[in-house]
Antibody, heavy 121, light 113 residues
């Protein structure tokens, strides 16, 4: 079964750091670009960051650029998001999502159930 | 950055009737070399992650009922539910994957009238 399972969320004070993880199974992880998408309570979807299959290309939303770092370990079938200098507005459910194709430019066909990050001010 | 807008914000449709959602991008998401529109539609039900419905603006994802269809090109796109079912109550989002950042539309909530 194709699956993405996020972990690492929690309650953290403003200004502190948190590292999210996403473990993939059921597909050849190293073949696909991966992304983080977040959803604040009661709000819409916001793309946060993406990384191509070999980590050579990464991208970030302006709202997190310089604070968040995406990475992956293909040997461990895992995606990560290092979040530094957290702010109250980073409070959201963070989803891990898989590109449909091996190219960097595709829709997101598999999503995890998310991990909640709450930043207290 | 490309800006995505959707209309309406919400709509209520009777069971069995047609629901139409519009999505507009601030610049074209048509990649002319491939003749493909880099536009996807997702469905999100309460308490669940988003689900891919349509990609390349009009290609239905495997397992998605054929009452869902996508159309449009360039900057204007439409998601149509031809005969609304109770299980279609959800928020629907469009997303462009033509460029980074991969912006989502604000969402359209679909309810039963």
């Amino acid at each position: 079964e194709v699956q993405l399972v996020e972990s690492g969320g929690g309650l953290v004070q403003s200004g502190r750091s948190l590292r999210l993880s996403c473990e993939a199974s059921g597909f050849t992880f190293e073949d696909y670009a991966m992304h983080w998408v977040r959803q604040a309570p009661g709000r819409g979807l916001e793309w946060v960051s993406g990384i191509n299959w070999n980590s050579e290309n990464t991208g970030y939303a302006d709202s997190v650029k310089g604070r968040f770092t995406i990475s992956r370990d293909n040997a461990r079938n895992s995606l990560y998001l290092q979040m530094n200098s957290l702010r109250a507005e980073d409070t959201a459910l963070y989803y891990c999502a898989k590109d449909k194709y091996s190219t960097w430019d595709a829709a997101f066909d598999i999503w995890g159930h998310g991990t909640m990050v709450t930043v207290s001010s | 950055d490309i800006v995505m807008t959707q209309s309406p914000d919400s709509l209520a449709v009777s069971l069995g009737e047609r629901a139409t959602i519009n999505c507009k991008s601030s610049q074209s998401v048509l990649y002319r070399s491939y003749n493909k529109n880099y536009l996807a539609w997702y469905q999100q039900k309460p308490g669940q992650p988003p689900k891919l419905l349509i990609y390349w603006a009009s290609t239905r994802e495997s397992g998605v009922p054929d009452r869902f269809s996508g159309s449009g090109s360039g900057t204007d796109f439409t998601l149509t539910i031809s005969s609304l079912q109770a299980e279609d109550v959800a928020v629907y989002y469009c997303q462009q994957y033509y460029s980074t950042p991969r912006v989502f539309g604000p969402g359209t909530k679909v309810d039963i009238k």
